[in-house]
Nanobody, 113 residues
């Protein structure tokens, strides 16, 4: 089971990024997926969740309608579209397969002018 995170980078406040998580080693379409983040000096926190079909999603309150989690089961990939980014969104973002308790390696998102 492997998850590979990508798409992070440096973006100005108000900008957008799309994170991707490519999955392998399991039947992707059968599993819910999640995105988490961890800022320096803080605990890892949940950002978003999507069920196996993509029909149900949940977000942390701090997202405030700015992020969208989605998945493409044909491509074994889950995405996190992040808009209206703020400096406090700076963190390493990780995808997770909760069923296997497996994490991606993380991708750094830095929001700064």
């Amino acid at each position: 089971v492997q998850l590979v995170d990508s798409g992070g980078g440096l973006v100005q406040p108000g900008g957008s990024l799309r994170l991707s998580c490519a999955a392998s080693g399991f039947t992707f379409r059968n599993y819910a997926m999640s995105w988490y983040r961890q800022a320096p000096g803080k605990e890892r926190e949940s950002v978003a969740f999507i069920d196996s079909s993509g029909g149900s999603t949940h977000y942390a309150s701090f997202v405030g309608g700015r992020f969208t989690i989605s998945r493409d089961n044909a491509k074994n990939t889950v995405y996190l579209q992040m808009n209206s980014l703020k400096p406090e969104d700076t963190a390493v973002y990780y995808c997770k397969n909760p069923g296997y308790n497996v994490w991606g390696q993380g991708t750094q998102v830095t929001v700064s002018s």
